[in-house]
Structure formats: C-alpha cells, structure tokens
C-alpha cells in the first residue's frame, strides 16, 4: 500500500489506501474514507486548556455502519424521493427503494461507492486539504437511477481547529439535470454527564414542511410559539425531533447557522452553511444518542414537489453550469 503524505508549517495530509488523514497545528484531526462515499468517518479537536481529543462526529464502530456515522454525503437528492420515482423532460426515472418500509428512496447515489483522490496537500489558506470526485457518468448502477451527466467534487480542509468542506457539481451532459444537496453528519447528543433532555438545539428555521410519512405534502408550518420552534436554544427535553425547517434566518453574509450547546461540557458545536442552502434538517431520534443537523439546497422530495408547482428548492442545471456551496463545523467553548 502506497503512502503519500504532505506536511508543512505544522499541518500534515496523508494518503494511504482510501483513507486520508488531516491534522492542523491545533491538534485537530479528520479521517476521511473515501471508499465508502469519501465520508469524513472521524473529525476530533483539541479544545483549549484539555488534553484530550474530542470527537465532534460519530465515529464508525459495528453497531452503526453505512451512513449512519460521520458525515455521509447526500446526493443527487438529499433525504427521500417519494416511491423512488420521479419524471424530468418527460422522461420518468426509477431511484431503488431503499427505504423499504416507507417505499421510498432515501439518501442519493454517492454515501455508499468509492470515490477518487483528486489530490492532498497543506498551505497556509486551506491548511490541511483532500479533494475527491465522483462522476456519475462512470458508473452504471448509478446511471440507470440518474442518468444525467453528474460530477460532483468536494475539497474538505482542516485549518484552526474547523473542518470546511466546498462542493463542486458540474452537469458535464447535453441537457439539463435535476438535483439538490445535502449533509447528514452525526454528532453525538450528550458530552459529559448532562442528560440528553437538557442539551440545547439550534435550528434557524421559522416554518417546517408538513409531513406525511416524512415526505413533504408542500405545506409549510410556522413554528412561532410552539414546541417546534428551536431558534432560541431550548432544551431537546422530551421533542422527538425529524423535521424539515425552512423560512431560515440568515447573517448579513446570507451563511445560516445551526448547533448544539453541551451544558455539562460548556461547550458549543456550530455547523455553518453558505447561502445556497435553504434547508435544515434535524434528527434526534430517543433511540440513539445522536443529534444530527443536516444543511440541504431544497426541501425533502424537491424533484417531485416542483412539478407540482410547490417552491421546494430544487436546483436545475443546464450544460456547463456549476453550483457550489460550502458548509463548516467547529467545537469551542461558549
């Protein structure tokens, strides 16, 4: 096995196999498999005065494989597709129905295959970085779902104890092509002795979408004075939470915000999205101590929803258009 590993200025990249190992001067780390959709499978930081290393994402063990750890990348469309299928330029397309017991697809083509390192290396402006791609049009399980002319690539860097990643999809095809995308990273709910119930949550979002059998019916709720409403921090309590949010709040750069406060920790994840996403999901479900924030460019089901008239956020491309976008993580003290 071929080793090939960049250091500098007190950052290092190492490539081994399929996996890629970053680290930064603060002690940060990140592990990234890229056989099994180039997910970011750890990603662990040096808080200031501890010494030890925290994971900020679920690390893989045996009990939750697939994508059910780290940072799967979802796309060409984030969460589920109604039944699996939809219709584009007239043409109706069958996703496989991995969601069996809703009889839907959930969760793209690309968190599951191998991808390809494009390269690793260290500077001063990204710090430790990886960038790989997958081009759909190489893979033909994939183009008999989506047969569209799809390469997506992703730069993920380690720089000041944050871990940013910038996607790049480019419609290499002679027609136009639907999509969206998203993120499912898995935190972990609880760090230190506080109980689930008193973590606190943040998601900018003031409507969710109404859902039936958690697709989208194309209805949105306003979440002001409920239960629902998770812009102020409170306390995950007793909500079981798998909700769509949209209508989110934005900074003056148009970058929206989501995070996790640990009480017993003092500590405060933030998971930052640039302006292309329009969408947050979060999933705290009472059976796994786990918190995800999961950024989406459109809503659940957006290829279905805009043909049927509903704003859902569904990003089309036409021949030789880009779309990029970047989100990024960090774990600090309050």
Known sequence: MQTHETVGTGYSATHSGDVVKLTDPTGARAVIRVAEGNNVARFQVHVAGG????????????????YS???PILFPFPNRVKGGTYTFAGVQHQLDVNETPRGNHIHGLVNRRPWRVDGVGVDE????????????RADADVQRQYPFGAVISITTSLHGGHLTQHTIVTNHGT?????GYGIHPWFPVTM?????EATQVCVPGASIWELDN????????????????????????????DHVYTDVERRADGWTEAGVIYPDSGLRLLVEASPEFREWVIFAPPFRPVVCLEPYSGTTNAVNLHFEGVDAGLVILEPGQVWDATVRFSLAPR
Do not use: C
């Not at 010494?51 to 697939?66: C, R, S, T």
């Not at 230190?192 to 689930?196: L, M, T």
């Not at 697709?215 to 306390?235: A, C, Y």
């Open 69 to 71: 750890y780290g940072n």
């Open 214 to 241: 958690l697709v989208p019916t194309g209805k949105r709720i306003p979440v002001q004075g409920n239960h629902l409403d998770l812009r102020g921090w409170p306390e995950i309590a007793t909500r079981e939470l």
């Open 192 to 196: 230190g002795s506080s109980p689930r």
């Open 175 to 179: 027609g136009a092509m639907p999509m």
């Open 125 to 136: 402006m990204r710090g430790a970085w990886q960038i790989s791609t997958f081009d759909l």
């Open 51 to 66: 010494d030890q290393l925290i994971d900020v994402l679920v690390p893989p063990d045996e009990a939750n494989g697939g």
